[in-house]
């Protein structure tokens, strides 16, 4: 497939752009600075636009199969977080010009807060209140993905804690929730590594379980 990339200097986003050329597909990584991307392959192209602005985008966007965002944007203290919403606009206005359809793009576990309250104490009174901000505006974008465009094929995977590490054999486990329950309905871990999250996201490009629809993942 032609797999169009943003976020791809990140961590999680280097991984994706590794795990998809290894697959066989060819992938643009829409960047920022061109100069972070140290990847080299005969099959990836990197490109430079602003990932606000949909006519900056939409030119790299035709003849692409799928999008794939593992755009992040920084805990703000004094403002709202307002990179996702912004983001994911640009992007959305930029393949229907382009007539891309599909996207995967990643948000993280507990973008409704309050669905935290039967995970660790630590992350309830320590992480949640330290990230809300960013959690706020994930769910706002998620929100926008399932109001404004039934149009598109979207999904957006929803990961724990990302451990800066590569894709393992583990099982993938998934629920169409705010994050992975046991049997009594616990998160059953806080951490997932970033190349595990890359394979996720690439294993869905041949599946349709998860069209339209938000899914927490994880590793077992």
């Known amino acids: 497939?032609?797999?169009?990339?943003?976020?791809?200097?990140?961590?999680?986003?280097?991984?994706?752009?590794?795990?998809?050329?290894?697959?066989?597909?060819?992938?643009?990584?829409?960047?920022?600075?061109?100069?972070?991307?140290?990847?080299?392959?005969?099959?990836?192209?990197?490109?430079?636009?602003?990932?606000?602005?949909?006519?900056?985008?939409?030119?790299?966007?035709?003849?692409?199969?799928?999008?794939?965002?593992?755009?992040?944007?920084?805990?703000?203290?004094?403002?709202?977080?307002?990179?996702?919403?912004?983001?994911?606009?640009?992007?959305?206005?930029?393949?229907?010009?382009?007539?891309?359809?599909?996207?995967?793009?990643m948000t993280s576990w507990y973008t409704k807060p309050e669905t935290a309250h039967n995970s660790s104490w630590m992350v309830r009174w320590f992480l949640i209140p330290m990230i809300r901000n960013i959690l706020n505006n994930m769910q706002e974008m998620e929100n926008y993905l399932n109001k404004e465009c039934e149009d598109l094929n979207w999904t957006v995977i929803r990961p724990p804690e990302l451990q800066n590490a590569p894709e393992t054999d583990k099982e993938l486990l998934t629920h169409e929730g705010y994050f992975v329950p046991d049997t009594d309905g616990i998160p059953i871990t806080n951490s997932v590594t970033r190349g595990d999250v890359a394979r996720f996201m690439l294993s869905l490009l041949n599946v349709d379980l998860w069209n339209k629809k938000a899914v927490a993942m994880v590793t077992k």
Do not use: W
Not at 35 to 45: A, M, P, R, V, Y
Not at 60 to 65: A, K, L, P
Not at 75 to 103: C, D, H, L, P, Q
């Open 1 to 105: 497939m032609k797999l169009l990339v943003l976020g791809a200097t990140g961590q999680t986003g280097q991984f994706l752009v590794r795990q998809a050329l290894g697959q066989g597909h060819v992938v643009k990584a829409v960047v920022r600075t061109p100069s972070k991307l140290t990847i080299q392959h005969d099959n990836l192209k990197v490109v430079e636009a602003n990932i606000f602005s949909a006519d900056s985008l939409a030119e790299h966007f035709d003849e692409q199969d799928a999008v794939m965002s593992c755009l992040g944007f920084p805990v703000s203290i004094f403002s709202a977080v307002t990179g996702y919403t912004e983001s994911v606009k640009a992007v959305v206005a930029a393949m229907r010009k382009a007539k891309v359809n599909r996207v995967i793009a």
